[in-house]
């Protein structure tokens, strides 16, 4: 969607930073015990990028992965940019039959995974393409000492992919966003500079690679300013804060459920000189939690972004993130924001509206998805964010809440369209809407309204068990309300307003 002139052609930061880093750490992988140096992850990249190639991997292909938070992702990921390829981390925590339209919209001709995963992802390739398998324990590393033909780096496009990320839409169909090169270049660029990060400074990586926020919060920027980011492969909370201590983390990415779980540890409240701040993304941020987190004797910033842009958007210097709660900042260098009526006007200060961005950061569209990603856009370029915000008076801006009715369960995207597509032939199911209500854990859960069909003696464990059998565990509802009939708007949809507030 932006054109950039003069773009690099080669921009990978490992090419630069393998000289002049040195011994200098670019990733550790806390539950292998690697430890790679910056020329040690750029000479794993060279492998892999041999590896992809052998495969007949080359430009505008899609490689997917099945795994974990491990170093061979990050491996993978800068030998994809090397070869003009795109890198797919799919969503580990997805089932057969939510895999299954992902896989068959990207066409990946690549699936790099774990054997844990290997059962479910050859469920979902049942009958799609031919793409195939290779193991990352027990099959890569012979493939990799093999080695392949090797080549210099592509010269690639501004809009080349780099990353495809897929999301789901309100009606439950996934989009896969695609993230070219030059929106995690300039996202890079204005983190760095806004969130005044140094070579110096180290974050850890323990939300799954299948999110942005993995990628581009803090271990894609940090290896373009030659940084360390740390691996985690599963968030255990006195793990995370040993972590922390171990390996010197100066800035920690986290979500208010993150914080919770960290508050239940064992090592909550002991000293962590290294750290200058955590952030807390991928849901709204209570300003009671904020509080504990501050009292406990811990800097706490409150961050906002989305998969289609940035995905860091505000910077908010500390002091005055404890001063005014709720407010995310300024934005970031070279993105411009904007508060739109309904009518297409621009809000006044103060005044909520559609929350609108455009720059350099903002994703390229949706993959094959022409339609979803006019729709993204306004006419004259503006990303369409379906998030509302308000802009103070000194510029600095609020996010006011969701348009859409998507609601975040521990940090995880929930759709109601999907979850109840997926109730919908539950046997003995007439009709079901589902909200998502507040959780003092996971910030919102689902709760499941549901009409039994005529007599049927429905129960809840019925509900529940036949949601986990076709979904990701946390878009599985918290609750069933059984109703005689959906309350409904005089338009004669759901009034999901009066569902989210009525008592269970």
């Not at 190639?53 to 491996?75: C, F, H, K, P, W």
């Not at 981390?89 to 039959?97: G, K, M, S, V």
């Not at 991928?282 to 706490?300: C, D, F, K, S, T």
């Amino acid at each position: 969607m932006n054109a950039v002139p003069n773009f690099p052609r080669r921009p990978d930061p490992l090419r630069f930073w393998r000289r002049l880093a040195g011994e200098r750490h670019a990733l550790v992988d806390r539950a292998r015990g690697e430890r790679l140096t910056y020329p040690e992850l750029d000479a794993a990249a060279d492998r892999w990028a041999a590896l992809l190639r052998a495969q007949g991997i080359g430009r505008g292909d899609i490689v997917a992965t099945l795994a974990g938070n491990r170093s061979e992702m990050a491996a993978a990921f800068f030998a994809c940019g090397r070869i003009g390829a795109a890198l797919l981390p799919l969503n580990w925590r997805l089932a057969a039959p939510e895999l299954a339209p992902i896989l068959d919209d990207a066409r990946p001709r690549l699936v790099l995974g774990e054997d844990r995963f290997r059962a479910r992802a050859e469920d979902a390739l049942r009958g799609i393409g031919e793409a195939r398998w290779i193991d990352l324990d027990a099959a890569a590393p012979a493939l990799l000492a093999r080695g392949g033909p090797s080549a210099g780096d592509v010269e690639v496009d501004a809009e080349d992919p780099w990353l495809v990320l897929y999301t789901s839409g309100s009606t439950g169909r996934p989009k896969g966003a695609i993230l070219p090169h030059r929106q995690i270049f300039y996202n890079a660029v204005a983190t760095t500079t806004a969130w005044e990060l140094g070579a110096g400074d180290v974050a850890p990586v323990s939300t799954p690679f299948f999110h942005t926020g993995g990628w581009n919060v803090f271990a894609t920027p940090l290896w373009f300013r030659g940084g360390k980011v740390v691996l985690f492969d599963q968030f255990d909370a006195d793990s995370y804060m040993q972590g922390i201590r171990d390996e010197g983390i100066t800035v920690a990415l986290t979500v208010p459920t993150m914080l919770l779980m960290l508050m239940e540890g064992r090592e909550w409240g002991s000293p962590l000189p290294s750290l200058r701040t955590f952030m807390s993304g991928g849901a709204p941020l209570p300003a009671a939690l904020a509080e504990r987190v501050r009292a406990a004797g811990y800097r706490l910033r409150e961050g906002y972004g989305l998969t289609e842009c940035g995905p860091n958007c505000f910077a908010m210097p500390a002091d005055q993130a404890v001063r005014r709660p709720g407010v995310v900042g300024w934005p970031v260098p070279m993105l411009e924001m904007r508060v739109e009526r309904e009518d297409g006007t621009e809000a006044a200060p103060g005044e909520p509206g559609e929350l609108l961005l455009r720059g350099p950061q903002v994703f390229a569209g949706y993959l094959r998805n022409p339609e979803k990603t006019a729709e993204a856009f306004t006419e004259d370029g503006w990303l369409r964010t379906g998030d509302l915000a308000a802009r103070e008076a000194d510029g600095a801006f609020r996010i006011c809440g969701r348009r859409k009715e998507m609601f975040i369960s521990g940090g995880e995207n929930v759709f109601p369209g999907e979850v109840e597509a997926a109730l919908a032939d539950c046997p003995g199911v007439a009709e079901v809407v589902v909200v998502g209500v507040r959780d003092e854990r996971w910030g919102e859960v689902g709760r499941a309204f549901i009409v039994p069909r005529g007599e049927t003696r429905l129960t809840e464990v019925d509900v529940v068990t036949h949601a986990r059998a076709r979904l990701a565990g946390y878009k599985v509802p918290r609750s069933v309300v059984f109703l005689p009939e959906i309350p409904r708007l005089g338009s004669g949809k759901p009034d999901r307003r009066a569902l989210a507030e009525a008592r269970p």
